[in-house]
């Protein structure tokens, strides 16, 4: 804890934060004339590990209420789904820490970091936690997006960076999250959207997930699901604070 730091799913309604009709939505895309509106950069923040493990569960031992994660990943030039993209996503856990940083006493730790590479539908599924907050930030899930990369021997490698962002629970949900255990143990503020300087500095909106519950009570997990379109061919420029 900090005080400073930069089965079945069922429709639980817009206002709460939640995909409508029981399905995370996988793909929303605004198309014209063949290209695909281009997701917006975002900064990488302080804690990114080159931690190339290729792995669907992440959840390396740390308790969090759970979350199937969903990224579909298409070309902005084609708006078709990008096979064998390779996905990496890292995030804190359940109390605001993140693994493999000396900052955090988590040096040797790898919980909550991975790599997946993409099927032909341009998707991978990451078994996670919801993840918790810390001072300065609203809650959200660092992703990476790697073209040209090789899976050798369960271990990325090679490749260029095509997308570099954030992914963003809704406000509502946090809030929902954040009264179940261990998140309630968390002294420091939540953050909202409209506090977050990545957010409104950085086209925050446009990488919100859809979320649904998964059965008949939030204490059962979560799914969450995004589309994100990137160009292949580009090596878009380092956002915010270097």
């Not at 730091?5 to 939640?18: C, H, L, S, V």
């Not at 999250?177 to 968390?186: F, M, Q, S």
């Not at 799914?223 to 160009?231: E, H, P, R």
């Not at 878009?236 to 604070?241: I, L």
Request: charged share 20%.
């Amino acid at each position: 804890m900090r005080d400073t730091r930069g089965g079945r799913q069922r429709d639980y309604g817009k206002a709460a934060g939640y995909a409508r009709g029981g399905v995370p939505v996988l793909l929303i895309i605004d198309s014209v004339e063949g290209t695909c509106t281009l997701v917006a950069e975002q900064e990488i923040g302080p804690f990114y590990v080159a931690y190339d493990r290729v792995r669907s569960d992440i959840v390396g031992g740390v308790v969090g209420l759970p979350l199937e994660l969903q990224i579909t990943v298409i070309s902005s030039l084609t708006c078709k789904p990008i096979d064998n993209a390779a996905v990496d996503i890292w995030q804190c856990d359940a109390e605001g820490v993140y693994s493999s940083e000396s900052s955090e006493n988590t040096v040797g730790q790898t919980f909550l970091r991975g790599v997946q590479f993409t099927d032909k539908l341009g998707q991978v599924t990451f078994r996670t936690i919801y993840p918790g907050h810390y001072s300065g930030r609203t809650t959200h899930i660092h992703a990476k997006v790697h073209i040209g990369s090789q899976d050798a021997d369960r271990t990325m490698t090679g490749g260029h960076v095509s997308h570099v962002g954030q992914l963003f629970p809704s406000d509502a949900v946090n809030a929902e999250v954040y009264k179940l255990a261990p998140y309630d143990t968390e002294t420091a503020a939540v953050v909202t959207h409209a506090e977050d300087r990545v957010w409104t500095q950085q086209h925050g909106s446009e990488s919100q997930l859809k979320l649904a519950k998964v059965g008949n009570r939030l204490s059962k997990g979560l799914t969450a699901s995004i589309a994100l379109a990137v160009n292949p061919r580009a090596v878009p420029a380092a956002v915010g604070p270097s």
